[in-house]
């Protein structure tokens, strides 16, 4: 089936859109460097900067300082590569392996159900302490 001109010309309109609207919302690479105590120093689109440290890139663990510091962006920013290690990987799963981490997962679960800062900093407190005063026997 043939598809006519005004029938290509909305899909790629509709498609265009779609792209405009997930590069203002998804996270994109805008400058990418290599530090050998933080690992690759990824500059993101939102103005955020992320560090990934190499015990989440065990693709480049055996790799060399000179390899290791000629990393560049993919495309528009979805991807940084290592082209002496031929090693490849997406930003969104970087940043997911950085919050997809059980510290990140602890604040997750309890930083919702805080109200009050107290509570908020005591997410990240290694020995809970208690919170309420202990109930004597002999209340009046």
């Known amino acids: 089936m043939k598809m006519s001109d005004a029938e290509f010309t909305r899909q790629l309109n509709a498609a265009t859109k779609r792209c405009e609207n997930r590069r203002k919302t998804e996270p994109l690479a805008k400058a ?13 689109n939102n103005g955020c900067r992320v560090c990934v440290p190499l015990r989440l ?3 480049l663990k055996d790799a060399q300082p000179r390899q290791l510091q000629n990393v560049e962006i993919m495309g528009v920013g979805q991807a940084v590569q290592w ?18 981490t059980p510290l990140m997962a602890k604040i997750e ?32």
């Open 32 to 44: 990418v460097s290599w530090d050998h105590s933080l690992g690759a120093v990824i500059d993101l």
């Open 57 to 59: 890139l065990p693709e």
């Open 83 to 100: 082209p002496d290690l031929d090693q490849q990987f997406g930003v969104a799963e970087l940043l997911e392996d950085i919050w997809n």
């Open 109 to 140: 679960r309890r930083g919702g159900k805080a109200k009050s800062m107290t509570e908020v900093t005591r997410v990240n407190d290694p020995k809970p302490r208690r919170t309420r005063p202990r109930k004597t026997s002999g209340a009046r």
